[in-house]
């Protein structure tokens, strides 16, 4: 297979800020809004914080600068850039094994991913026909439990979300992925800036700026240490081939790797936190509500807030409506590496290959629909079907793909050739970049893995 003749087949962005928005806009989605809000209330507030912007640093941005940069030097989908790049550098074509597990975990990730996500579309339905209106805490749990065990409803919002997310992907990098990004980003932000004045116009700020801002050191514990790792990891969506499938598509200008990548952590930091202003001061404000409430704080307890509130079924809305921006923004992603190869390798039809990929994911996503009702009592190591797709794709799969990025680019890869792809910053960062992720990014998601795996097996 001479892949050189295909390389650039899937096209190019047609700027360096279309692929920050599509690269932040693959970062950012229900990690940002759904996850990071209630793991900081489950792991002391502010400190957690500080540790997690460690951890971005010292993990998510040298990363990402690697995948970026393998992408964007093979100008092919990450196992054919695998491949290609073992090759130059003349080591084991194994190596291309990095790329097939990102592709594998992207399309698992997705499967389950569709379904919260059309949770999000089944919501924002909710929230624009006034359910919430003065809703209590017995009914807004039975809502959503009701909607768990409603199996022709999650089956709807599976496939809802899942044609939408298709429908972009086969519009092509330009077309599709290049205008989504253009678009969907600036209106999540857009979103979130009213949300969060609405939160300071009608909830408790000066509680939610408390919590998510004080130092309290006695709240951080070991294990809230290796959770701040991992998600600092989980939530740029670094090790599923997406970021890699991305760079490929920079376009051919000389673009600084270094300052864009720091661009897009900034984006998804930013996000983050403002969705904690978001949701914190509603929660606040409302006494019958813990911040630390777990997933529900998102599905159960912030329709009681919003219910109670001046205008709450309007604002209810534009953030269901957000959270659906932000999935769909991250779902194009994990499909795009699966689809960029075979129209690389196989010479398929765009349209026609996201379509049978589309079915696949979506029988797959069926083991998830199942697992909140019918096939609950099921288990596979202790765990329900969705659970158990959750901790092998967050907790090994990625983890291991980043960790064998960071090794290829680190020590594996020839400097010469890395130089030449990010030598464009200052001497000094780049020394800096080249021995954290060599010696540091290796070590901490080592740690990561290791001690995920070892509660995962004691439990």
Known sequence: MKLSIQQGVNGRWRSRWTFIFAAAGSAVGLGNIWKFPYIVGENGGGAFVLVYLACIMAIGIPIMMA???????????????????S??????????????SGVLAGILILSFYSVVAGWA???????????????????????????????????????????????IVAGGVVKGLGTAARYMMPVLLLLLMVLVIYSAAVGDFASALSFLFNFNTQALQWNSVSVALGHAFFTLSLGMGAIMAYGAYLPDTKISIGRTVLVIGILDTFVAIMA??????????????????????????????????????????????????????????????????????????????????????????????FSFNVWSDVTLFGSTFFDALDFLTANIMLPLGG????????????????????????????????????????????LVFCITLFNKLSS
Request: aromatic share 14%.
């Open 403 to 446: 960790l064998f990025i960071a090794i290829f680019v680190g020590w594996v890869m020839k400097p010469s050739f890395v130089a030449e792809e990010i030598g464009d910053i200052r001497r000094g960062l780049y020394r800096c970049w080249y021995f954290i992720l060599r010696y540091v990014s290796p070590v901490l998601l080592g």
């Open 67 to 85: 995948e970026v940069m393998l992408g964007r030097r093979a100008r092919l989908s990450p196992i054919n850039a695998m491949l290609h790049l």
């Open 276 to 369: 904690g202003l978001v949701i914190f001061p509603i929660v606040f404000a409302n006494a019958s509500v813990e911040p630390s409430a777990g997933p529900g704080l998102l599905f159960v307890s912030l329709p009681i807030a919003f219910g109670g509130m001046t205008a709450g079924s309007f604002f209810a809305a534009l953030f269901f409506f957000l959270v659906v921006i932000a999935a769909l923004s991250s779902g194009i992603s994990m499909i795009e590496p699966t689809v960029s190869w075979l129209v690389e390798t196989k010479g398929i039809s765009r349209l026609k290959i996201t379509a049978l990929l589309g079915v696949a994911v979506w029988l797959v996503g069926l083991g998830t629909v």
């Open 121 to 167: 579309f089944h919501y924002l339905m909710l929230a624009m026909s006034g359910d919430f209106y003065q809703i209590e805490a017995q009914s807004s749990g039975a809502l959503f439990s009701g909607l768990l065990s409603n199996i022709p409803a999650l089956i709807s919002w599976h496939t809802l979300f899942l044609l939408i997310t298709l429908g």
């Open 87 to 100: 090759r130059e550098s003349k080591v084991s074509h194994w190596w291309s094994g990095v790329g097939w």
